[in-house]
């Protein structure tokens, strides 16, 4: 036999808490003081790896015609995520009139600054992008951007099963 891991028992790191933690920590640091609501980080942890959709960087992820999917299976893994950096108090949850808001912890950028592998910088400037060109936007223009993105994505990847003219 084999020391080899097989790959079922290898641990699971892409569309894990894990991941999209990771992704809140790195949004949350670049936009630091700003604190952040779950819905608000669930449409960032979208962007941050789709800026391209929006007109800014080259996005980290390719094209899918899932992407607007995406949207709705982040939510529980988001929470997952801020709950699991919450953990080590690289994430900070606060309670609020409007609801729990997130901001990055005390060492939270010491912890980013150490992620130095390729997809982690790209990532750490994307999320810099979007602190600086999205995040400031109120919540109606992110619904608009977020609204015009979906219906777009919908449009070019429907599948006419109608009757031929």
């Not at 933690?21 to 789709?50: E, F, I, K, Q």
């Not at 949850?93 to 592998?117: K, P």
């Not at 400037?125 to 223009?141: C, G, T």
């Amino acid at each position: 036999m084999t020391d080899a891991a097989s790959p079922r028992s290898r641990p699971r790191i892409f569309n894990t808490a894990f991941e999209s933690g990771l992704r809140s920590l790195v949004l949350l640091t670049a936009c630091y003081p700003v604190r952040l609501g779950l819905r608000r980080l669930v449409v960032l942890d979208h962007l941050v790896v789709h800026t391209g959709d929006i007109d800014g960087p080259e996005s980290l992820h390719p094209e899918e015609e899932s992407r607007a999917a995406e949207l709705l299976v982040r939510r529980q893994l988001v929470d997952s995520g801020l709950s699991l950096m919450g953990t080590r108090s690289l994430i900070i949850r606060h309670a609020t009139a409007e609801g729990f808001r997130y901001e990055a912890g005390e060492e939270a950028g010491s912890f980013v600054d150490l992620l130095r592998a390729d997809y982690t910088v790209r990532l750490k400037e994307r999320a810099a992008w979007l602190s600086e060109n999205v995040i400031p936007l109120s919540e109606d223009k992110i619904n608009d951007l977020v609204r015009h993105r979906v219906d777009r994505w919908a449009s070019e990847f429907q599948v006419d099963h109608g009757v031929a003219t």
